[in-house]
C-alpha cells in the first residue's frame, strides 16, 4: 500500500523525535517513559513495596519506569489488549480491559491486595471519527477510575491520560468526587499539538 503524505510525515516527525532517540539510546521501550518519568519525578508516585497496575501497558514503557524505580520492593501488573515481550518484575496479563473475564483475571492475579497506583495510558484504536473516538477514550478512563473505586488504597493515587473534548469536563469532575486532589499534568514528552493530558488523582475520599 501506497505510503500517504500524512503518513510520511509521521514517520519522520517520530524517527527524528528527541524523545524516541532518547528511548533507544537508553534502552527504554518507548518515548512514554519519559512522561512517567518526568511526572513521577513531580509527584513522587512510585512507591518502594507498593504494587501499580499498568493499564494500556505495551510496549511496556511505563512498567519498565515503574519496576525499575521499585527497585525489586513490590510488583507491577500490566494488562494490554497487544502482546507484551517480559519484564523483569513485571507479570502481564493480554486482554481487553473493557471484558469482565479481563478484569476478572486481574482482580485473581491480585489476590485481594491493594493497589498503591494505578497507571492508564489506555487508548482505543483510532477510528478517524472524533465524536467516536472522544467517547471510547472517555470510557477507557471511566473503568479505569471504576477499578481504583474498588482497588485502590486510601492514600493510592491514579494516573490516566485523556484528551480534551467531549466529556473531559464530566470526567474531571467525577475524578473530583472519587479524589481529595485531582490535578493536571502535561508532562515534555507530550507533543504539544497533542490535545493529551494526564489527570492525576490523589488520596480516595472516604464513602
Known amino acids: 500500500m501506497k505510503r500517504t503524505r500524512t503518513s510520511k510525515a509521521w514517520m519522520h516527525e517520530h524517527v527524528t523525535d528527541p524523545y524516541v532517540q532518547r528511548a533507544k539510546a537508553e534502552g527504554f521501550r518507548s518515548r512514554a517513559a ?3 518519568m518526568e511526572i513521577d519525578d513531580r509527584d513522587h508516585l512510585i512507591r518502594a513495596g507498593e504494587v501499580v497496575v499498568d493499564l494500556g501497558a505495551a ?33 502481564f496479563i493480554r486482554g481487553d480491559f473493557r471484558e469482565e473475564c479481563v478484569l476478572h483475571q486481574l482482580e485473581e492475579l491480585l489476590a485481594g491486595e491493594r493497589v498503591g497506583l ?21 470510557h477507557l478512563a471511566e473503568l479505569g477510575l ?12 491514579f494516573l490516566v491520560k485523556v484528551f480534551q473534548g467531549y466529556g473531559y469536563e464530566d470526567f474531571v469532575r467525577e475524578m473530583k468526587q472519587v479524589f481529595k486532589t485531582v490535578t493536571t499534568r ?21 464513602g
Open 34 to 36: 519519559f512522561k512517567l
Open 186 to 206: 502535561k508532562p515534555d514528552a507530550s507533543r504539544d499539538r497533542s490535545a493529551e493530558v494526564y489527570l492525576l488523582g490523589k488520596g480516595l475520599k472516604e
Open 146 to 157: 471504576d477499578f481504583c473505586r474498588h482497588w485502590l488504597k486510601p492514600e493510592g493515587a
Open 59 to 91: 510496549p511496556g514503557g511505563w512498567s519498565q519506569v515503574a519496576a525499575q524505580r521499585m527497585n525489586g520492593r513490590g510488583r507491577v501488573v500490566a494488562l494490554d489488549l497487544l502482546e507484551m515481550d517480559g519484564l523483569h518484575g513485571v507479570q
Open 118 to 138: 494505578v497507571l492508564s495510558d489506555m487508548a482505543p484504536n483510532i477510528s478517524g471519527v472524533p465524536v467516536s473516538d472522544q467517547a471510547r477514550i472517555m
